[in-house]
């Protein structure tokens, strides 16, 4: 079965360009969670989505940033503008029912130059 | 929430078994112990998870102390793919979706 798919492995952009990333969950799924890793800060939780809507977005850092999941088996994390310090490792997980082992996809790697 | 400490870095020889300790000394009696792991460059990893009793799959077994206060990760055979940065997560028993990930132990397999 494939997991959790995330797009594009590697995304390198200038300050003030935008950022979209993407994710499709494992099939079935109805949780998604958006994280973000950086050496400073560890792994965070940015927003949590339970059967497409969002339902915890308190990890979200600024209005620069925005999420959708348009139905279960895909999202988007946007950034505009995107800033020096957004860079960082993104990773998107799902998991089968809120409060169920979730599973990571691989992440995608962001630089902002 | 409920916080873990764990130790910054371990090491074990390739074959042998590694041993991985955590405190949660603030657990609530509906949280559950979550043990992830993240291989350099990769996703986190699920491994295993537990309430109060023992548990053990294909990858690794899990001893929780009858307080629930303390628990232990067992890679019963370790080798250099289980080199890698462990993370022991109490989920938040209001929030059960979260998962706040510390600072992790940093297991270094020797060959």
């Known amino acids: 079965d494939a997991g959790v798919i995330q797009s594009p492995r590697h995304e390198v952009t200038e300050m003030g360009q935008e950022v979209t990333l993407r994710c499709k969950p494992i099939?079935?799924?109805?949780?998604l969670f958006w994280y973000r890793q950086t050496m400073m800060r560890g792994l965070e939780l940015l927003i949590y989505?339970?059967?497409?809507?969002?339902?915890?977005d308190s990890g979200m850092p600024e209005d620069r940033f925005s999420a959708k999941m348009p139905n279960a088996s895909f999202s988007t994390l946007k950034i505009q503008p995107s800033e020096p310090r957004d860079s960082a490792v993104y990773f998107c997980?799902?998991?089968?029912?809120?409060?169920?082992?979730?599973?990571f996809g691989p992440g995608t790697r962001l630089t902002v130059l | 929430d409920a916080k873990t400490t764990q130790p910054t870095s371990m090491d074990c020889a390739e074959g042998r078994a590694a041993n991985l300790p955590c405190n949660h000394s603030t657990i609530s009696g509906n949280e559950y112990v979550y043990w992830y792991r993240q291989i350099h460059s990769q996703g986190p990893q699920y491994i295993i998870h537990?309430?109060?009793n023992n548990e053990t799959n294909e990858m690794a077994s899990l001893i929780i102390t009858e307080e629930r206060k303390s628990s232990t990760l067992i890679l019963p055979h370790a080798t250099l793919r289980d080199t890698a940065v462990y993370y022991c997560i109490v989920s938040d028993g209001d929030s059960s979706y979260k998962l706040i990930f510390g600072s992790g132990t940093r297991l270094l397999v020797r060959p």
């Open positions: 537990g309430l109060k």
């Open positions: 997980a799902s998991s089968l029912l809120a409060g169920y082992t979730q599973y």
């Open positions: 099939s079935g799924h109805n949780s």
């Open positions: 989505f339970n059967n497409n809507v969002p339902i915890d």
